[in-house]
């Protein structure tokens, strides 16, 4: 087999193991500005995830003397819980 029917094969094989579900293997979940960390861990675990990352990143508004920061963004990345017979 030459290099790219190799490749190809290997593509092939990966998408048809990923296309298994309908859900990614990676979801990033905002915690919103009611929410608590805990209510967001419990809505990804009720989709499915769990939480592999947790990142906070600043919000800035931009005004006439310059860039102001109004908040944090508080972001959880999850990676797909396998069900029992995806293992």
């Known amino acids: 087999m030459r ?16 296309n ?3 859900q990614p293997l990676k979801k990033k979940f905002v915690v919103g500005e009611a929410e608590t960390i805990a209510q967001c861990l419990d809505r990804m675990k009720s989709e499915g995830y769990t939480p592999i990352r947790r990142s906070e990143q600043p919000l800035f508004r931009e005004t006439p003397e310059g860039p102001e920061c109004i908040g944090r963004e508080c972001v959880m990345e999850g990676r797909k819980i396998p069900s029992k017979g995806e293992q």
């Open 3 to 18: 290099e790219y029917e190799i490749r190809d094969w290997y593509l092939s094989k990966k998408r048809k193991s990923n």
């Open 20 to 22: 298994q579900t309908d």
